[in-house]
Nanobody
Framework: QVQLVESGGGLVQAGGSLRLSCTAS????????MGWFRQAPGKEREFVAA????????IYADSVKGRFTNSRDNAKNTVYLQMNALKPEDTAAYYC?????????????????WGQGTQVTVSS
């Protein structure tokens, strides 16, 4: 079992930055693929980014590529999502997720454990 707790959300103006954190407890964090997803009101949950257990492989949704950076610190059991140049369309609840698979990928069903979410609101 893995427990995930996100933090770092908030209200920011367009063009600003936020850094989300997700701290894990339970199962060995360093062996887990970690992902970030987001969900805006009335929309389906969508993939944002994922990072391999070592941090050596990262993938991003096209909508955030070049603006968001996914990283992890296995010594702190924490994964980060640095979000720069934020746009109003980035407004959503952001969730971190952990996969039991060797590689979780970009689909929600690749992830078994989910945090409670943190709200990001970008004003224009």
């Amino acid at each position: 079992q893995v427990q995930l707790v996100e933090s770092g959300g908030g209200l920011v103006q367009a063009g600003g930055s936020l850094r989300l954190s997700c701290t894990a407890s339970g199962r060995t964090f360093s062996s887990l693929t970690m992902g970030w997803f987001r969900q805006a009101p009335g929309k389906e949950r969508e993939f944002v980014a994922a990072i391999s257990w070592s941090g050596g492989t990262t993938i991003y949704a096209d909508s955030v590529k070049g603006r968001f950076t996914n990283s992890r610190d296995n010594a702190k059991n924490t994964v980060y999502l640095q979000m720069n140049a934020l746009k109003p369309e980035d407004t959503a609840a952001y969730y971190c997720a952990a996969s039991r698979l060797l590689w979780g990928g970009s689909e929600p069903n690749g992830y078994a454990y989910w945090g409670q979410g943190t709200q990001v609101t970008v004003s224009s």
